[in-house]
């Protein structure tokens, strides 16, 4: 079975600066996939951003950016430029490739790690 | 953009009720999913669904859980005889076939007294 960790119960960092979130995770498989999900006080879940693990290029969306590393099976996430508005909850998942048509895939998630943005 | 709906937002329901928490999927979307948070606590998945089976289910899902898809656009998770530990917010997602991001709803939070 497949286990994520996040090592940081919760995280603070000043606008405009640039914070850098953990998660590990342990697995067999040799292709998967790596998300982040944002939960604001709202409680929505919100995809951030997402990593194919056979793609070596690290993702970047805007401001978002991830550092992946395969062997050591590390998948931080990287938010620059901080808005208050990131204010939330950041959960890390994973999830193994739909081998088949009918795999309905789950995602494994982290406990989060909560992240205040101060001005 | 196209979302994952789901209705009501707030159910509050007796010990020992029957709850139905409803979902409307994105409309090309083939795969179906619940996931529960308790508060404070990681999310954590309940059941998939797809061409009108299960496809994978968790320990949480036990009997007192059902899933349907009663017509083409609802999905639906019903709960038969809720504990109070089954009080949390209960997320839908879905997928369509060539893709691989789950796309959330914004949840229908439980609360059972």
């Known amino acids: 079975a497949q286990t994520v960790t996040q090592s940081q119960p919760e995280m603070s960092v000043q606008e405009a600066e640039t914070v850098t979130l953990s998660c590990t995770y342990d697995?067999?498989?040799?292709?998967?996939?790596l998300f982040w999900y944002k939960q604001p006080p709202s409680r929505q879940m919100i995809l951030v951003i997402r990593?194919?693990?056979?793609?070596?290029q690290n993702a970047t969306e805007n401001r978002f950016s991830v550092n992946f590393q395969k062997a050591a099976k590390s998948f931080s996430l990287k938010i620059s430029d901080s808005q208050l508005g990131d204010t939330a909850m950041y959960f890390c998942a994973f999830m193994k490739p739909t081998e088949n048509t009918g795999t309905a895939s789950k995602l494994t998630f982290g406990t989060g790690t909560r992240l205040q943005v101060t001005l | 953009e196209p979302e994952v709906t789901q209705t009501p937002s707030h159910q509050v329901t007796q010990m020992g009720q029957e709850v139905i928490l409803r979902c409307v999927p994105i409309s090309n979307h083939l795969y179906f999913y619940w996931y529960r948070q308790i508060l404070g606590q990681k999310v954590e998945f309940l059941v998939s669904f797809y061409n009108n089976e299960i496809s994978e289910k968790s320990e949480i899902f036990d009997d007192q859980f059902s899933v349907e898809r009663p017509d083409g656009s609802n999905f639906t998770l019903k709960i038969r005889s809720t504990k109070l530990e089954d009080s949390a917010m209960y997320f839908c997602?879905?997928?369509?076939?060539?893709?691989?991001?789950?796309?959330f709803g914004p949840g229908t939070r439980l609360t059972v007294l």
């Open positions: 997602a879905s997928r369509d076939d060539r893709g691989d991001t789950q796309y």
């Open positions: 990593q194919e693990a056979y793609k070596q």
């Open positions: 697995t067999s498989e040799s292709n998967y996939y």
